[in-house]
């Protein structure tokens, strides 16, 4: 199995929980702490905060505004969203409930957050979808790729696809274990990023899809509970899963490019290739009515995705957009590590972890969610 840069980027996204000062009772009375910190220390800590804190600073190029949405102080690590009958559906990796952990929320027009899932009932998910009408008896329940495990012993392991209705308060229930990539044990399904169902009326309609970044696959399920590779990449990582407008390709985000693969497995020439994309994310085609841009694709990009536990992450993050000729065009910069992209009412949501539980071991609500809009 060839290597893989598992600490540059395998570690970039723990997408698990770290619960930081877990210990046990002491044998020994601790003494008290005193009733209030010393002015100098309740300072620094203060100092400290507001920095890994920050609301962040978004810059973008002509033709588009930006807000923040949802800023740091409510979500731990949103990732990806699903539209729901007229809501929008993010998960979100964050908190820790005796052996699980993360949540599904529910976000309004206004930046406005309610629990779809709360925690408690799921193992960390790293993305999710709702399991259309192909995927038979099955349908309207919430499919996730998620670590078997809390913590980043979890996010090493073979990962999991879970499933759960969300009309019930049950837990959720294991569908299947993701396979190493290899027929001789080797290449562990560790650490995910992003899954999905096919297009419905597409070649790839009634199958569920997910990207593991250690071994460099992308997995398909299907409602028999079945779990097979469907692609392995030998250089990059998947890191995004999108499908073209037609619905005859999908498109893979991996280093340096934007992939392209058949229904087969067949892997094409790249639909594009570019130094800028560093580690690009999530991507979603832009609708009619998205300005002058309508149909173009719009690509995250985390950057070095060099994630601290104390110090504020660099925000070298950005989002990009593909145009006619096939040109990486930037859109807006400022962001931190950006993951899901989402088109929701003539706007594009962006979410972005910030920090992280597992590759920067801190436990802080510093996600939040940007608007993009075009301002003509």
Wanted: glycine share 14%; aromatic share 8%; with cysteine.
């Amino acid at each position: 199995m060839n290597s893989r840069p598992l600490l540059a980027l395998g570690v970039l996204l723990g997408l698990g929980v770290f619960t930081l000062g877990c210990g046990g009772a002491a044998d020994d009375p601790i003494p008290s702490a005193p009733s209030a910190a010393p002015s100098a220390a309740q300072d620094e800590l203060d100092r400290v905060l507001e920095r890994l804190m920050a609301t962040p600073n978004i810059e973008v190029e002509d033709g588009f505004t930006a807000r923040v949405l949802i800023p740091p102080g409510e979500l731990y690590d949103p990732l990806f969203m699903r539209d729901h009958e007229g809501e929008i559906w993010m998960n979100d990796d964050g908190g820790e409930e005796g052996d699980k952990g993360s949540k599904i929320v529910a976000v309004d027009a206004e930046g406005g957050i309610s629990t779809v899932i709360a925690l408690g009932r799921l193992l960390p998910v790293t993305s999710f979808d709702i399991a259309p009408s192909s995927f038979g008896s099955y349908e309207g329940q919430l499919f996730s790729l998620a670590q078997a495990e809390i913590a980043f012993p979890g996010a090493t392991m073979n990962h999991i696809i879970q499933r759960v209705d969300p009309t019930t308060t049950a837990d959720a229930e294991r569908f299947c274990t993701l396979p190493m990539a290899d027929a001789d044990g080797g290449g562990i399904s560790g650490i995910g990023f992003e899954a999905r169902f096919g297009p419905e009326g597409s070649p790839f309609s009634g199958k569920f899809f997910a990207a593991t970044i250690m071994n460099g696959s992308v997995y398909q399920v299907t409602a028999d509970g079945t779990c097979t590779s469907f692609v392995r990449f030998e250089r990059g990582s998947p890191t995004g899963i999108a499908f073209s407008e037609d619905g005859q390709r999908m498109l893979v985000a991996t280093s340096g490019a934007i992939q392209q693969v058949r229904p087969d497995g067949t892997v094409d020439e790249p639909l594009v290739r570019s130094d800028a994309l560093t580690l690009p994310t999530g991507m979603a085609y832009a609708p009619a009515g998205f300005g002058t841009y309508g149909g173009q694709l719009f690509v995250a990009d985390m950057g070095n995705a060099d994630i601290q536990m104390t110090q504020a992450t660099a925000a070298d993050g950005k989002v990009y957009r593909v145009d006619g000729s096939g040109e990486v065009q930037l859109v807006a910069s400022g962001f931190h590590n950006p993951v899901g992209l989402h088109f929701v009412d003539g706007a594009l949501w962006v979410t972005d972890i910030n920090g992280d539980f597992i590759a920067g071991r801190r436990e802080l609500p510093e996600g939040f969610v940007v608007e993009l809009r075009v301002d003509r």
